[in-house]
């Protein structure tokens, strides 16, 4: 079965203290790799689809990373606008949809 | 572009009624699917609908039911609510050859 899972669950920073959220993952056959951002009361924003290891994407302040059993989305120079849950997910080849982890809860304080 | 809506954005029912859920996708994108979220099992996958057929089913009991109509905007019905129904519903759409999914504001419902 595909599994997702992010760590950590909560993650409080500084502002301009720049660290990495982690997913690790299992599944057979690996279409894409996504990221979303969700703040709360809201809907998950997309920030990146990752396709295959090696593969960087980057926005701003947010770079995603991809290996074939991890990834990671470094923040550099957090602002407190940062502060939101951010969410993985993976989807198989076999089928569309999506499996989410349950989230990594980021705060940055001025 | 305008971004995938919702209605209603809160809604409250009380155990054994039924509660219908709508969707607007971006314009342009057939495929919508459906999701549940709570603070235990966080997203969780319904269903997901395209050109008005449902393509993947997630694991939830037969009571959670969806449409598509021709013009891509769904709904999704659950029957007999249960105190454990209480959660975010939110769908999501997406464009032919795109796997990113985009998502709305959800639904709030609140089973009483």
């Known amino acids: 079965e595909d599994q997702v899972t992010q760590s950590p669950e909560a993650l409080r920073l500084q502002e301009g203290e720049s660290s990495s959220l982690n997913c690790s993952y299992t599944?057979?056959?690996?279409?894409?790799l996504f990221w979303y951002r969700q703040d709360p009361g809201k809907g998950p924003e997309f920030l990146f689809t990752?396709?295959?290891a090696g593969e960087e994407k980057e926005k701003e302040r947010l770079k995603a990373t991809l290996t074939k059993k991890e990834s990671f989305l470094h923040i550099t120079a957090p602002k407190p606008e940062d502060s939101a849950t951010y969410l993985c997910?993976?989807?198989?080849?076999?089928?569309?949809?999506?499996?989410f982890g349950a989230g990594t809860r980021l705060t940055v304080k001025p | 572009k305008a971004g995938v809506t919702q209605t209603p954005r809160y809604l409250i029912k009380t155990r054994g009624q039924q509660v219908t859920l709508s969707c607007s996708p971006i314009?342009?994108?057939?495929?919508v699917s459906w999701y549940q979220q709570t603070p235990g099992q966080g997203l969780q996958f319904l269903f997901e609908?395209?050109?008005?057929?449902?393509?993947n089913k997630g694991n939830f009991p037969g009571r959670f039911s969806g449409r598509q109509f021709s013009n891509s905007r769904s709904e999704m019905n659950v029957s007999t609510l249960e105190l454990g129904d209480s959660a975010l519903y939110l769908c999501?759409?997406?464009?032919?050859?795109?796997?990113?999914?985009?998502f709305g504001p959800g639904t709030r419902l609140t089973v009483t």
């Open positions: 999501a759409s997406r464009g032919i050859d795109h796997y990113e999914q985009y």
């Open positions: 599944v057979s056959g690996l279409r894409g």
């Open positions: 990752l396709y295959s």
């Open positions: 997910a993976v989807q198989a080849i076999r089928n569309n949809d999506m499996r």
């Open positions: 314009s342009g994108h057939r495929s």
């Open positions: 609908y395209f050109s008005e057929t449902q393509r």
